[in-house]
């Protein structure tokens, strides 16, 4: 095995899944001819023809409302947005159709539709190509979210989405696409959803992580590591379905929980996570939980770095919950 | 416009029966509101030619993605009266298990998708579900039900792009019935008609008398075989007129005249169609009587039945959320398990 990157693992899951079933079709923007504008897709359109793999107008309702449209005849297609932040129009394609389908037709009509989306901040994209709205589908019943951090995740994790039976919102961390780098297994080799990984051990402070911010926070553990302080680096894969279990037992050997996202922190996922730890872990807890997140204002360009979860801000955060008795 | 007698003497018949019967369960179904024993209605009256004439029209392996207006499309599709009337009640029977309000309903079995409220969501699923027929090689069509204020929807533009892009069979089946909710047709677009909006996508558009059942079967027929033939997407305009409110929830005196609704009174599509089958002598009066009376009974052993079922049990709550429950949907079932138990919940 060699070392791939991010992005190679969501093409590699992409191939194997549309050369094992030719249920498994693939629309977007630019997705085709041109291999996607990250190439998530490429090579694609080469391989499996026009008619698997469908050049879309620009039209990001479009796209999902065809998706799901097809998804109701049984095939499985993966939708590609090309920005997290384009993904407004299709909101309502996405929370009033696909994430109630099976829902409102008592199990008639199920919609397992998987919707890609490059998201998060750290490539200077400004406004709109910046955003972490994980929240606003974390809070859709109906709805799995599956956020990669590693090659080998997102190739598994994609593999599992497109053979879910429900609709699920992939997002990829594009700030890592060609960073992140590792072996990944060869063929239809999954990693199930609910599931969290242990990215390192540690036995004084808790770090909950998903997309881009694993890298950091385990580069924040590594900083601290040098004072003394063990931190746990927990990557939570996906965020619905929750794993619960993992955050519970980790809480509970640590008694301290930093949670780190890029999305600003007021109604984030971190605040359900904060709530999940307290509701369950409260006499456990020897400091109160913290979150270490983007900050309640719009994405901001110049200022990015200032804006993002750094490594120093993190490891500050784990040092300060470290250091509360 | 072509003659009635091309269409087939069975299917007329059919279709005012069809008509009779949509109109009545449609009668019913506002009165059981008015009394309370069901929550919501949405009427369909003065569509009936319309509704019925596109239904009957389609084969039964077209795809269907209605509305939540489309009881006439629903009964030629064969949908059981019983099976609707168990979703107006929302009791143990019903498909959907009593998740959705009157007339948002679907069924796999009659390839007749679950409605939604959103307007114009529909459109752009119809174009995904032809594209999966063409996918597969099935021969079919995939018709979205919608009226003249889902053309303004953003859905609706999308549909028709894609459908025109992809030259995919769909025809898009616009019931212009004058008013969305409040807004009259001619303050929903400045264009001077809805079918000449197809033009700009690039393929047909088609204005029919929507309360000339025959007219309307003969178009969408027409739509169908081109659609078929690997010609493209129809836009088909039924023009027609909603005599009743926009649901029961609404009441249409307070934005138009008395004299309008009476004016499309005098066009009424089932009075049309009798007055063609009487003049060829396929039904007599005795005849019409005996289909009245049929679809009364009918749709009164239809309510009846409804009306015993009991509610959804409570735990149904919780299915169908996802395939499987994760855990902390599971961990709430059994937390809303022990409130039922203690009597802190009362079904």
Do not use: C, W
């Given at each position: 095995m060699t070392d791939i990157t991010l992005i190679q693992g969501v093409n590699q899951a992409l191939k194997v899944a549309m050369a094992k079933d030719p249920d498994v079709v693939v629309l977007g923007e630019d997705v085709g001819v041109n291999g996607g504008v990250f190439r998530a897709t490429d090579g694609l359109y080469k391989e499996f023809g026009e008619k698997r793999v469908l050049d879309t107008p620009l039209s990001e309702n479009g796209i999902i409302g065809m998706a799901i449209g097809m998804a109701l005849q049984g095939l499985k297609p993966v939708a590609e947005i090309q920005f997290m932040d384009f993904i407004y129009p299709a909101f309502d394609q996405i929370v009033s159709e696909a994430a109630k389908f099976r829902y409102r037709s008592g199990g008639e009509f199920p919609a397992h539709v998987v919707?890609?989306?490059?998201?998060?901040?750290?490539?200077?994209?400004?406004?709109?190509?910046?955003?972490?709205?994980?929240?606003?589908?974390?809070?859709?019943?109906?709805?799995?979210?599956?956020?990669?951090?590693?090659?080998?995740?997102?190739?598994?994790?994609?593999?599992?989405?497109?053979?879910?039976?429900?609709?699920?919102?992939?997002?990829?961390?594009?700030?890592?696409?060609?960073?992140?780098?590792?072996?990944?297994?060869?063929?239809?080799?999954?990693?199930?959803?609910?599931?969290?990984?242990?990215?390192?051990?540690?036995?004084?402070?808790?770090?909950?992580?998903?997309?881009?911010?694993?890298?950091?926070?385990?580069?924040?553990?590594?900083?601290?590591?040098?004072?003394?302080?063990?931190?746990?680096?927990?990557?939570?894969?996906?965020?619905?379905?929750?794993?619960?279990?993992?955050?519970?037992?980790?809480?509970?050997?640590?008694?301290?929980?930093?949670?780190?996202?890029?999305?600003p922190k007021f109604s984030g996922f971190g605040a359900e996570l904060s709530a999940t730890i307290s509701e369950r872990c409260l006499y456990s807890l020897k400091a109160p939980v913290l979150r270490v997140t983007g900050y309640d204002t719009p994405f901001p360009y110049a200022l990015e770095n200032l804006y993002l979860p750094s490594v120093d801000r993190i490891a500050r955060g784990i040092e300060r919950t470290a250091s509360t008795s | 416009m072509s003659e009635a007698t091309d269409v087939p003497k069975e299917i007329m018949v059919r279709g005012f029966r069809l008509m009779v019967l949509g109109r009545t369960a449609d009668e019913r179904g506002v009165n059981l509101q008015r009394q309370g024993r069901i929550g919501f209605y949405v009427p369909m009256n003065g569509q009936e030619a319309a509704q019925v004439g596109c239904g009957l029209a389609l084969e039964e392996k077209d795809w269907i993605v209605p509305a939540y207006r489309e009881i006439g499309v629903a009964l030629s599709r064969g949908i059981p009266l019983k099976t609707l009337f168990d979703q107006f009640y929302g009791n143990s029977s019903d498909v959907l298990k009593g998740r959705q309000m009157p007339c948002h309903y679907g069924y796999r079995d009659y390839r007749y998708v679950t409605a939604s409220s959103p307007v114009g969501t529909q459109i752009i699923l119809a174009a995904g579900l032809a594209q999966a027929s063409v996918y597969r090689g099935e021969k079919v069509v995939s018709v979205p039900f919608f009226g003249d204020g889902a053309t303004s929807s953003s859905d609706f533009h999308a549909g028709m792009n894609f459908a025109g892009v992809y030259n995919l069979p769909v025809l898009f089946f616009c019931q212009n019935n004058g008013w969305a909710i409040s807004l009259p047709r001619e303050k929903q677009t400045r264009s001077s008609s809805l079918a000449e909006k197809a033009e700009a996508y690039g393929f047909r558009g088609v204005q029919v008398d929507g309360n000339d059942f025959s007219a309307v079967y003969k178009v969408v027929r027409d739509a169908r075989a081109q659609a078929l033939a690997g010609k493209g997407p129809t836009l088909i305009e039924a023009v027609t007129f909603r005599m009743g409110p926009h649901s029961t929830s609404d009441d249409p005196t307070r934005y138009r005249k008395q004299e309008t609704v009476a004016s499309w009174k005098a066009k009424d599509p089932i009075e049309h169609l009798r007055e063609q089958l009487l003049a060829k002598g396929w039904i007599t009066e005795e005849g019409i009587e005996q289909v009245q009376e049929e679809a009364k009974r009918e749709v009164q052993s239809a309510i009846d039945a409804a009306e015993k079922a009991p509610p959804p049990e409570p735990t149904t709550l919780f299915d169908d959320v996802f395939r499987d429950r994760p855990k902390l949907l599971e961990e709430q079932r059994s937390e809303f398990m022990e409130l039922l138990k203690e009597g802190v919940l009362r079904p």
């Open positions: 919707i890609r989306t490059p998201y998060g901040g750290g490539i200077k994209g400004g406004l709109y190509h910046s955003q972490s709205t994980e929240q606003l589908f974390t809070s859709t019943p109906g709805l799995k979210v599956v956020i990669p951090s590693t090659p080998a995740d997102a190739k598994g994790l994609l593999l599992s989405a497109i053979f879910d039976e429900d609709p699920v919102i992939f997002l990829e961390p594009k700030r890592i696409y060609r960073t992140s780098t590792g072996e990944v297994p060869e063929g239809d080799v999954r990693v199930p959803f609910g599931k969290a990984r242990t990215v390192k051990e540690g036995a004084d402070v808790s770090v909950f992580a998903y997309g881009a911010m694993v890298p950091q926070s385990l580069q924040a553990a590594n900083v601290v590591e040098k004072m003394g302080i063990h931190a746990e680096v927990i990557d939570l894969r996906t965020l619905v379905p929750l794993d619960v279990d993992a955050i519970v037992a980790s809480v509970e050997k640590t008694g301290r929980a930093v949670i780190v996202h890029e999305a | -």
